[in-house]
């Protein structure tokens, strides 16, 4: 059974049961849209205390907002079906937390008003196959316009997320904002500094790995959200690039224009669709995966956010010569930056870590055609490297530079053998204990240096690791005693 057939019985059991029972939301617009949704929330006349006798599998999730989960069999993916059933009702605002403070159970049309934009206001009778729309959806869906329900700034007061939304929502249908919504959504964006930081990070995952994430970025910018999220980008809008006697735009320019080149090859084969036949929506219409699905692995998260963030720390060494703009080591202090911006979206360990990795490394591989092997390896290993490369490949294409550097990594990627590309250890700390060496500072500076042989191909077995470690030692102990220090008075 897919999560569509098990949306529909659920309806079906509801409406049998003597209630209005209706898609709501989301679901109905990616349906209309022709995109096969994530997942589908029912709205009911039904109270969750009336639910219950009726599914007898279900997760108590919201029961004081109306809100139960019904869970159904196994999918094909082995997950368990669920179903989100909500009873019609209309909210308080938000102050923060994930759902509103308070909600008056109500009737279908309150709770389409309640809802954020019109496109997300429908409902959807599955069994009637009827489409119930009391705020204009269809007609702005096929507009393609995004425009608040009922009075914009009263709905961007209510919840301060919603701005956020507006942006993610447009992106993500290539949706033209309505003027007076445009109007409101700038007017409000400052309040979204009182929003968690948890429903800030999520709104801003889903608009940046949608591939239409440059257009994201600009509407960030043009819905004057930089400033309250990530303050840190806007001396990137005036930043020069280029030379002095010949500049190309600013910093800002030359991160959109990164965004628009990452995940460009990628984005152009097919998607990874499921096998067997296309599923089918309401009016018969076949539902495409959606975009965020069909590359979600093409563009992670912590790659869409890096090259987001990989020049963030040039303003802070900007510096000029005569002839030349300057940003020394902007890479170490850029992941410095992240680092803290990744703290303040309370993001993971993993992805932090990812992140910050990605924006620290951005130009490491810059020169890798003439780098040394040892240093080049460890970096080819990381299971980050995919990500690292198609930042690289984005940013060389950005600023119109050769792909060299990439090329060469994806061929040594591709033609070195793993063993040697990170072979295991010539010589561990207990072969040096074998050979009567005692753990100590000289331990770590010896097994350094075989790795890094080994990993130049000097050393490629135990014995010749050995043979280097008598003769560092032996060379080492010819070594000048360091300088003594001098008496102090
Ligand atoms: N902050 C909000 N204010 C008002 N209505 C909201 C808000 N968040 C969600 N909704 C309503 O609930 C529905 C489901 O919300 P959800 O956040 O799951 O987004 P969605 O539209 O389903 O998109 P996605 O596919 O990304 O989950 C929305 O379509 C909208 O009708």
Not at 103 to 119: G, I, L, N, Q, Y
């Amino acid at each position: 059974m897919t999560e569509r057939e098990f949306a529909l019985g659920v309806v079906r059991t509801l409406q049998n049961a003597g209630y209005t029972a209706l898609w709501a939301g989301g679901c109905v617009r990616d349906e209309l849209l022709g995109l096969a949704p994530q997942d589908y929330d029912v709205a009911t006349s039904a109270r969750p205390e009336q639910l219950r006798p009726l599914f007898r599998r279900r997760n108590e999730i919201g029961a004081h907002f109306g809100v139960v989960q019904v869970i159904g069999p196994r999918g094909d993916d082995g997950e368990w079906l669920t179903v989100e059933v909500a009873t019609f009702r209309t909210d308080g605002a938000y102050i923060d937390g994930r759902r509103p403070d308070a909600v008056t159970f109500s009737t279908p049309e309150e709770d389409a008003k309640r809802r954020d934009f019109t496109v997300n206001g429908m409902f959807f009778d599955p069994v009637k196959n009827e489409l119930i729309d009391y705020v204009g959806g269809r007609a702005d869906l096929d507009a393609k316009v995004l425009r608040a329900i009922g009075d914009p700034v009263a709905r961007f007061t209510e919840d301060k997320l919603r701005v956020l939304r507006a942006a993610r929502m447009a992106t993500r249908f290539a949706l033209a904002i309505d003027p007076a919504t445009h109007a409101a959504a700038e007017r409000m964006a400052p309040e979204i500094r009182v929003v968690s930081a948890e429903r800030i990070a999520e709104e801003l995952r889903k608009l940046l790995v949608h591939p239409n994430r440059a257009r994201g970025l600009r509407l960030l910018r043009e819905l004057e959200l930089i400033g309250p999220i990530l303050p840190e980008l806007v001396p990137t809008f005036t930043l020069p690039q280029g030379l002095p006697a010949a500049p190309t735009g600013t910093l800002w320019d030359h991160i959109v224009r990164v965004m628009e080149c990452l995940g460009e090859a990628r984005n152009a084969e097919p998607g990874t669709r499921s096998e067997g036949p296309e599923p089918t929506g309401f009016f018969g219409l076949p539902l495409r995966a959606p975009h965020s699905a069909l590359h979600a692995s093409s563009v992670s998260f912590p790659l869409a956010f890096a090259a987001v963030l990989h020049d963030v720390g040039k303003p802070r060494v900007f510096g000029r010569t005569a002839d030349r703009y300057t940003f020394h080591g902007h890479e170490r202090v850029g992941a410095e930056m992240t680092s803290r911006i990744a703290d303040r979206l309370k993001l993971s360990n993993t992805e932090t870590a990812r992140l910050c990795w990605l924006v620290d490394k951005h130009q490491y591989l810059a020169d890798a055609p003439t780098m040394r092997m040892s240093r080049l390896k460890p970096i080819l290993v990381h299971p980050g490297i995919g990500e690292l490369l198609a930042l690289h490949r984005a940013d060389a294409r950005a600023s119109g530079k050769s792909l060299e550097h990439v090329e060469f990594c994806e061929r040594v990627l591709r033609e070195m053998p793993p063993e040697e590309l990170n072979p295991p250890p010539a010589v561990t700390g207990e072969h040096l204990i074998a050979v009567g060496l005692k753990p100590g500072p000289q331990f770590k500076r010896l097994l350094d240096a075989v790795r890094e042989a080994q990993l130049e191909g000097r050393v490629r077995t135990k014995e010749e690791g050995l043979e280097l470690v008598e003769e560092l030692l032996r060379e080492w102990a010819q070594e000048p005693p360091p300088a003594p220090e001098a008496p102090s008075e």
